[in-house]
């Protein structure tokens, strides 16, 4: 019996027939469409990502006395994000993801474009010197900083020149 779930051993056995289709033939003779090969290789990671038997295999190595930092290491991430994504019973990592998730909603990814004066960098590049320069400036008081804080909680920092 597969440690696999269904869907997972599904989406690996369209992969492989897939490449069964490609063979030995070049990839411009092949009867698999460079899309569908594309779709169903992310369709295998997808499903790989999502299988129970991933924290499976994870708690029974914390059992087995493993370190965050091997499970990491096997895993391809860093020894706190293995710890962030699989740390604790299924209640507390749904509740911690399902919080990220709610954060991602509720705060955009982009800066908005109409904010007061200039951001740290383009005032620097408008007088052709270094963004450390500015605060430096700032903190000598030859410069107004700012801190701008919108409505959702982000902050930025914002330099507003003097009128030449």
């Known amino acids: 019996m597969s440690f696999l779930s269904a869907e997972t051993a599904r989406a690996l056995a369209e992969l492989v027939a897939l490449d069964a289709l490609h063979g030995d033939v070049s990839d411009d003779e092949s009867d698999a469409s460079p899309l ?7 369709s295998l990671v997808a499903a790989l990502e999502a299988d129970p038997a991933t924290l499976a295999s994870v708690r029974d190595a914390l059992a087995a006395g493993r370190s965050w ?17 699989w740390a604790g019973d299924d209640d507390e990592i749904e509740a911690r ?4 998730r709610k954060r991602k909603r509720e705060r955009p990814s982009s800066v908005p474009t109409d904010l007061p004066g200039l951001s740290v960098s383009e005032a620097a590049a408008r007088l052709g010197v270094t963004p450390q320069a500015i605060y430096q400036r700032a903190t000598r008081g030859l410069m107004e900083v700012k801190t701008v804080e919108l409505p959702d909680g982000r902050t930025y920092k914002r330099v507003f020149l003097p009128e030449a």
């Open 36 to 42: 569908e090969r594309l779709r169903g290789i992310r």
């Open 69 to 85: 930092d091997e499970i990491a290491d096997a895993a391809g991430l860093s020894p706190s994000a293995a710890k962030y994504r």
């Open 97 to 100: 993801h399902e919080a990220s």
